[in-house]
T-cell receptor, first 115, second 110 residues
Framework: DAGITQSPRYKITETGRQVTLMCHQT?????MFWYRQDLGHGLRLIYY???????DKGEVPDGYVVSRSKTENFPLTLESATRSQTSVYFC??????????????FGPGTRLTVL | GQQLNQSPQSMFIQEGEDVSMNCTSS?????WLWYKQDPGEGPVLLIA?????ELTSNGRLTAQFGITRKDSFLNISASIPSDVGIYFC??????????FGTGTSLTVIP
């Protein structure tokens, strides 16, 4: 199906374990983003990517690693999960076609619990 | 990061009533977006606005891009139970940095 998919949708892990959240988009959008959503904080940007092999930090990057070897995939890795990383994670994509025509689309989210 | 001011924070309305919410920023934007998020789901894009003063409709939803480019408004007419959810706005100038509103939680009472 077209759009953005995320996997897994739910994940429970333990402190110290490595976890990778997957994101795949079929629109060939240039930009991809990872956000976390927490009560009281809204959506906070973790990392974004402007194109394959180009990534940059967002507001809350510590403890996370991203890569983008292919345009359509943007995995997010928690190298050593901590309880503070318990959250709902959203992947998004957008295409900057020309000034003033930006639109961002979100995936369904991954609910991560770190015990 | 900058969060846009969205009001009201929550609304409890009777089915059939109209709803209005707004979003304000200290900065100007070239694009305003409105999303709806259902529990356990990702935000779904409702309306995108690209020009100051623009009024755009999507069914019973109408959104406006403020003339100052620092605000936007969303109206829902004749609300129905499935309108329940959290609505939030987003603004951007560059396509790689989106700023989000704090959200409006809408409850529709049948």
């Amino acid at each position: 199906d077209a759009g953005i998919t995320q996997s897994p949708r739910y994940k429970i892990t333990e402190t110290g374990r490595q976890v990778t959240l997957m994101c795949h988009q079929t629109w060939s959008h240039s930009y991809m983003f990872w956000y976390r959503q927490d009560l009281g904080h809204g959506l906070r940007l973790i990392y974004y990517s402007a194109a394959a092999d180009i990534t940059d930090k967002g507001e809350v990057p510590d403890g996370y690693v991203v890569s983008r070897s292919k345009t359509e995939n943007f995995p997010l890795t928690l190298e050593s999960a901590t309880r503070s990383q318990t959250s709902v994670y959203f992947c998004a994509s957008s295409e900057f076609q020309r000034e003033g025509t930006d639109t961002q689309y979100f995936g369904p989210g991954t609910r991560l619990t770190v015990l | 990061g900058q969060q846009l001011n969205q009001s009201p924070q929550s609304m409890f309305i009777q089915e059939g009533e109209d709803v209005s919410m707004n979003c304000t920023s200290s900065s100007i934007f070239n694009t305003w977006l409105w999303y709806k998020q259902d529990p356990g789901e990702g935000p779904v894009l409702l309306i995108a606005l690209y020009k100051a003063g623009e009024l755009t409709s999507n069914g019973r939803l109408t959104a406006q891009f403020g003339i100052t480019r620092k605000d936007s408004f969303l109206n829902i007419s004749a609300s129905i139970p499935s309108d329940v959810g959290i609505y939030f706005c987003a603004g951007t100038n560059t396509g790689n940095q989106f700023y989000f509103g704090t959200g409006t939680s809408l409850t529709v009472i049948p």
